[in-house]
């Protein structure tokens, strides 16, 4: 057996090394296709559907004239329009 001096390292050993080496390539391998495969297989995140925006236009007794409301809320008037 053989003692090592306070400090000093063990020269590594090259058939370690190239098995350390060839098991980190593996893994950086297996990583890279588990995250292609991940982007593959991922649902996208679907966009939340909005209804439809809905026009009302008011020509009543008491409406403002030609007044465009989109949603409920007065976006405009029309001019000169009494009825559409």
Request: no cysteine; glycine share 10%.
């Amino acid at each position: 057996m053989k003692y090592l001096r306070a400090g000093a390292l063990e020269a590594p050993r090259p058939a370690r090394e190239a098995a350390v080496r060839l098991v980190a390539i593996g893994l950086r391998g297996a990583s890279a296709a588990l995250a292609r495969l991940s982007r593959r297989l991922a649902v996208p995140a679907g966009r939340v559907a909005r209804p439809a925006p809905q026009l009302e236009f008011y020509a009543e007794a008491g409406a403002p004239e030609g007044a465009l409301y989109v949603d409920g809320k007065l976006v405009g008037f029309v001019s000169g329009v009494q009825r559409l």
